[in-house]
């Protein structure tokens, strides 16, 4: 029986791994292959690159470091997660592991916009046409033409946002028209927010700009952040009796520990701010909690 099993192979997985092989730890770290980390043309918000860094170089250079001090990345898709006698079994696509703990670091999918053909959005992320990320890369779009795709009370927030880095600011409609109430209108006018009806599509890249069709006909943007939510990959805790709010994101106490005992999380599966330094602290802080607990139940000697 392994001491942790780490589900999920991004930022924080890749950190836990690091941690907890450092703690002289039997672990095993499983990736599915999929990480949203990996689809980062280049970051400049995390702190120590100030070059910034694409996301598949950090991962790599994470994946390195944690080879270093023996944590082995197996590619395993974990497709079923239950609480047995003395800790946990994994089902994965390809067999199945016990280990004393658990921790879950599988994130989250971003919804790209309906109707976007997946090679065009491809390359409009590569080339930070399409973004997702406010927090993470508003700089970059500094008093630039930006169009957020989405309605609602969330589409507000992320236009509001986005309006602390550039006057230019459209809210397009995903689908034909718009689900705004008259408090959203009234904080999207005080902004200066432009407000364009749908349906949204006929996305193009024309020059270094996405391109695409609203009832205005077509329009330009120098980026584009799709505000449609995320996907909250925690299914598999759910279904161990792990709890989740009603996004889908797992409900934890300060040490990152689950309801489910012996269960934890870290990164964006815990709370939605989407960071990679966030995940990392996360991993920290659970990959020590989980070294303590194990430590409880029968002291750890070399």
Known sequence: MDDCIIIGAGPAGLTAAIYLARYHLSIRLFDSGDSRAALIPCTHNLAGFPDGIAGRDLLDRMRRQAREFGAVREEKLVEHLAPVRGGFTVGTDSGTFRSKTVLIATGVINLPPPGMDQALHDEALARGLVRYCPVCDGYEVTDKRVAVIG???????EAEFLRGFTADITLVAPLETHDL???CRNRLDEAGVAVVEGPCGGYAIEGDQLTLTSCEGRLAFDSAYPALGVHVRSEVAV?????????GCLE???HLETTLTGLFAAGDIVVGLDQISNAMGHAGVAATAIRNRLAEEQPLRR
Not at 151 to 157: D, L, M, V
Not at 239 to 247: T, V
């Open 151 to 157: 309605s609602g009370e969330h589409g507000t927030r």
């Open 181 to 183: 109430d008259p408090g």
């Open 239 to 247: 279904a161990a009796g792990a709890k989740a709010n009603k996004q």
């Open 252 to 254: 934890v106490d300060d």
